[in-house]
């Protein structure tokens, strides 16, 4: 992943700044660049690799997929061929899904503006103990739930004063000349309010109330996860970031054109179906007894 962010990237790489807590080989608050020793791997009898001369992978031995073919020296060849790799395995979902939506239902324009009410039993209410959904409004009938089961895992709401921040947007993507929409949820966190780690999970419709349901539910689209120290107390750079605020984003576009009838990825179509339809959980690390 490194290698395909430097090729589409070629003129960034590290920046001086400090090192802060240090390592065993740095000393704390030291200057660090892309000069610095990279101890303890060595790359002669007395001296270490450094970020300058780990700019070429080809420098290490080996090659990527990806790369097989290329005139390495062609910078730009190299960074439009590997461009277009990388849009190809992840970044065209928002084309492939926009590219020839399926014509919306007869039902959708009047579930926009009226909820329907839905054809099944409304699921169980959400546990005291896991996170109000982004909406309360009733879900459309087409999204199943799985029946509940007995939590296995820890499903918890922010404590008070948590900085937990979660949006839906749209950016607008030009491609070939016509405007797409790219909806994405939005995720920010400190990341040390829970004491250890933990995933924000994503759900568009009903969901099953048993987490270990969850990530095969129809409903789910995506989790942004959060790996944490779990004895940050005793790490100085943990206590360093407490009030840091992170952010990540889990992609709709896949789900809303294979799930959601609508048509169309268009502001006033989709914005509606988000407030009432988009949900978010908060599953802690571990398992409970």
Known sequence: MLALWQAINPNVWVTRGSAEDGTWAIAANSSVDA??????????????????????????????PEFVGLNLGDVNGVRAAIGAKVNQLYGSATVKAQAAPPPAPAHVSANLATPAAPAHPA???????????????????????????????????PPSGAQTVLSAIGATISTEG????????????????????????????????????????????????????????????????????????????EWLAAHSGL???????????????????????????
């Open 35 to 64: 000069t610095s020793s990279l101890a303890p791997f060595w790359n002669g009898p007395q001296s270490y690799w450094t970020s300058a001369e780990a700019t070429k992978f080809t420098n290490l031995g080996y090659t990527y």
């Open 123 to 157: 699921a169980p209410a959400a546990p005291a103990h896991a996170a109000a959904p982004a909406a309360s409004a009733p879900t459309p009938p087409h999204v199943a739930s799985a029946p509940p089961a007995p939590a296995q895992h820890h499903s918890v709401a």
């Open 178 to 253: 016509a405007r797409l929409y790219d909806w994405v949820a939005r995720i920010q966190t400190k990341k040390y309010e829970l004491g250890g780690s933990f995933s924000v999970v994503i759900f568009i419709g009903d969901f099953p109330e048993d987490p270990r349901q969850w990530r095969t539910s129809r409903a789910y689209v995506g989790a942004h996860h959060a790996f944490v120290n779990s004895n940050a107390s005793r790490c100085e750079n943990c206590r360093n970031q407490q009030e840091i605020v992170s952010e990540g984003f889990v992609h709709l576009d």
């Open 263 to 289: 048509g169309s990825f268009e502001p006033h179509v989709v914005e509606p179906y988000l407030k009432q339809n988009l949900h978010w959980r908060i599953q802690k690390g571990g398992s409970s007894s």
